[in-house]
Structures are given as C-alpha cells and as structure tokens.
C-alpha cells in the first residue's frame, strides 16, 4: 500500500510543523529552569563577592593552612611557655580558688614572650621614640630587621638546595657539609690568597660555592652511575665534612698562632662581604645575593630548558629517559647546583658579619633548618626566600626573648619544628578548624616522587 504523505518517514507520524517545534523548545526551556529553581519558587540568589571571598579564605588551601599552622604553632609555644616556667604553673595550683592569677601571670608570660620576639626581629616602639626624641640614633630602630636579614641570608641559598634537589627527585640531606665545605673554602681564600680588595671578595666567594658543588657532585655521581641512595651518601659526607674542619683548624698555617682555642685566622677586611647599613649594624650584602640566587632558581626552574629536564626527571625518570632525556647527567647537574647553593650559604657565614674564622660550629645548623626552610617554602623559590626570612625572625627575636624573658632560645627551636609538622599535616589543620576543601587548590604532601 502506498504511503499518502511521502515526506513522512513512518505512517504513524506527521512532520511537526515550526508552530510546534518552538512550543517544543519553550517547554525544554521552561523545564531547566525549573530544575534549577528551588522548590520555593524564587530563583536562588547569586553570592556576592564578599561572601565568595570568605568561603575561599576560610578553605584548605595553601595560604590558609600556612597561617593556621602559624596560629597553631604560637598558641602550642605559649603552652609550653607556661608549662616550663615554675612561678606561673604554681598559680594553677590554686586555680579554683583564684583563676585570675593565674590567667593573669600566664597572660603577662606569653605576651611578653612573643612581644620580645616582635621587637628584637621585626620593630622596637621603644627605640623608634627614642630616634624621635634624640636618645638614640636611627640604626636602634633598623637593629631587629638588619639580625633578621643578617639570619635569613645564609637559610635562603641552604632551603633552595633542598628545594632544588626536590624538585629533580632528589632528598638532598647534605646541605650542611657542603655549606661546611663552601665555609672551608671560603675561609682559606680569605686569610691565605694576598688578593687587592673587591676580586679578593669575588674570588672567596666563587671558592665556597666550588667547595659545595665538589661536595655535591660526589652523591650526584655515585646516584647517577651505581644508583647509590643520596641519602646514605649526603648523610655521611655531613660527617666527613664536619670532621674534616675540625681537623683542619688546629693545622699550622690554619690556626691562630695567638689563640689556643680551635679557631683560625681571621678573614681579610678585604674577603668581607660590605655591610649595607654601616659598622654598627650587621646586615651584609649576603642578603642581595641570596634575592639574586632565588630568582636565579626561579628562572632556571621555570623558564629554561635544562629546568624543564630536572622537573621532568622528578616527576618521573622512566618518562624523561623514553622522551630522550639523560637523567644520569640530570642527577648530576641537580646535586652541583644544589651545593654550589649550600656552599654559597656556607660562606656567608665567615665573610659575613655572622662570624670572621673557622670555628667547629662556625656553620651552625644552616644546612638542617634548610630542609625545613624548604617544607615551608612549599619547594618553591620565592616561597623559600619568605620562609627563610620567617625562620631568621624566629632566630633574631629568640635571642630577644631569651634575655628578656628568660625563655630559653630551644623553644625558638620547638616553634620551628612546631610550623613545619602543621604544614607537612594539612588534614590536621583541616580538621581543627573545619576547613572546606579548596576547589583549585592542591596541598602538596609528596616532595619526591618515592620518597
């Protein structure tokens, strides 16, 4: 049988006209908004920008959950502070009898505890009336921040060490004997090399980055060649390093022939780093240098070939060697520059103002407080170069606090270890403070790929 309409596909159906093909689309219409529609009937309001400010600050990210941790850390220190000292937990014995006393002296503890620490880092009222008064001049209100940069120089190249070495898949331990071998170095091109001021600066200083890029190609080369850990090598390297400096104090032509001690001869004036703000306060140019180094990294990271090869090594060296790229060269070049960086930290401490000869702790603790620097920094340069700058504010107002308050300059210590367990447990902080997930932000827990 033949079909009557021939344009209609089937017997059972006519071609819908345009009449109702545009009822068809105001009926879909209709029904989406609908479906998006609360069942109240009015059209769910749009957040303001104010209410979306606050639900994305009050959220897991990562400028939130290092404030927090921050928080945490000087609420738990002001725990301490009050546990340690034997006068305010003796009000608490009484507590229920008078709970003002003991609210009161531990108020009165921790204020001025962190009060100090303000003071003797960032700024002073007191000196900054006296500037104003005449009673003292301007270099007493520029004294916290010259200790706080004087501090932060040498953590700024020792945390991009670390940080570096992370970000090509490497746990670099080993900053604090190459910055012990770029102090070595340093010291002897100091007091040894009869260089004419300005090139014996410059020679000094190019010395201990050598000392600590030989001190890190020695673990790049053994990782990249026998897949040796460089956790093993960087570690004990540290020791060889620190012993080795021992040793070499107390050699003649090394030791000061009028000391007794273990001390060596002092750096020449002329293997000084300037200081920037005169004689009476210490900041040096280390610090410009350390502001050059971080975007120096941050270049080298981000816009050059040989950056785009360490990142890729470190997320994944199966990956880059199939793509063409050498991860045994990589590893090496990783560790050179990692301790050209710690040996640069190494010898700020001599040809700085931190200290003018070989002394065993001359190095201090730099190369250890540089992985924390590191966590903190979230591995990367500019966040380093901040989180090193907090830590040489903790170190400059500690000796505030101390003689001040009497607090004892390890809790300066426990507040650092304090910042960085918060920061490495954002789930912790989360959950503390009830903090919505951040949409497009990822907290980065894992620094090394295995690791």
Not at 45 to 73: E, H, K, Y
Not at 118 to 124: E, L, N, Q, T
Not at 188 to 201: D, I, K, S, T, V
């Amino acid at each position: 049988m033949t079909n009557p309409n021939p344009q209609s596909g089937s017997p059972d159906k006519e071609p819908a006209t345009e009449a109702q093909a545009r009822q068809t689309a105001l009926g879909n219409t209709e029904r989406a908004e609908a479906a998006t529609t609360p069942q109240g009937g009015a059209p769910e309001p749009q957040p303001t920008l104010g209410r979306l400010f606050v639900q994305n600050l009050w959220a897991a990210n990562t400028f939130t959950v290092t404030l927090l941790s921050l928080v945490l850390a000087i609420v738990v220190g002001g725990i301490l502070m009050i546990i340690s000292d034997p006068d305010v937990l003796s009000t608490y014995s009484y507590i229920t009898a008078r709970p003002s006393d003991a609210l009161e002296s531990s108020w009165t503890l921790v204020s001025e505890a962190y009060a100090n620490l303000f003071k003797g880092s960032v700024f002073d009222p007191e000196a900054f009336s006296g500037w104003l008064n005449g009673s003292n001049g301007w270099q007493a209100v520029l004294a916290p921040i010259s200790e706080t940069l004087t501090y932060t120089a040498p953590l700024v190249f020792t945390g991009l060490s670390v940080a570096l070495a992370f970000r090509g898949g490497l746990f670099n331990i080993g900053a604090q004997g190459q910055a012990t071998l770029g102090v070595i170095l340093a010291a002897l091109a100091g007091f040894l090399l009869p260089l004419p001021p300005g090139l014996h600066l410059i020679v000094a200083v190019l010395a201990g980055a050598l000392g600590g890029a030989v001190w890190g190609y020695i673990p790049g080369i053994l990782k990249a060649r026998t897949g040796a850990h460089e956790v093993i090598i960087t570690i004990m390297l540290n020791y060889v390093a620190t012993y080795f400096l021992t040793w070499l104090i107390v050699q003649n032509g090394v030791h000061d022939p009028v000391r007794t001690d273990a001390i060596s001869r002092p750096v020449d004036a002329s293997a000084q780093l300037p200081r920037l703000l005169g004689d009476n306060l210490r900041v040096h140019a280390g610090i410009l240098l350390a502001v050059l180094a971080t975007w120096a990294v941050a270049w080298l990271l981000n816009r050059s070939t040989l950056g785009f090869e360490l990142r890729a090594v470190g997320a994944n060296p199966d990956a880059a060697r199939t793509a063409g790229i050498s991860v045994t060269r990589t590893f090496v070049l990783i560790m050179v520059f990692a301790g050209l960086l710690a040996g640069l930290g190494g010898s700020n401490m001599v040809l700085g103002s931190t200290a003018s000869a070989l002394t065993p702790l001359v190095v201090a603790q730099i190369g250890f407080d540089g992985i924390l620097v590191a966590l903190l920094g979230r591995l990367k340069p500019w966040g380093v170069a901040l989180a090193a700058l907090l830590f040489g504010a903790l170190q400059a107002g500690g000796n505030r606090m101390q003689s001040y308050s009497g607090i004892s300059l390890e809790l300066v210590t426990v507040l650092q270890a304090l910042i960085v367990i918060f920061i490495a447990a954002p789930a912790l902080v989360k959950a503390i403070f009830q903090l919505r997930a951040a949409r497009a932000a990822r907290l980065q827990t894992s620094l090394a790929k295995g690791w």
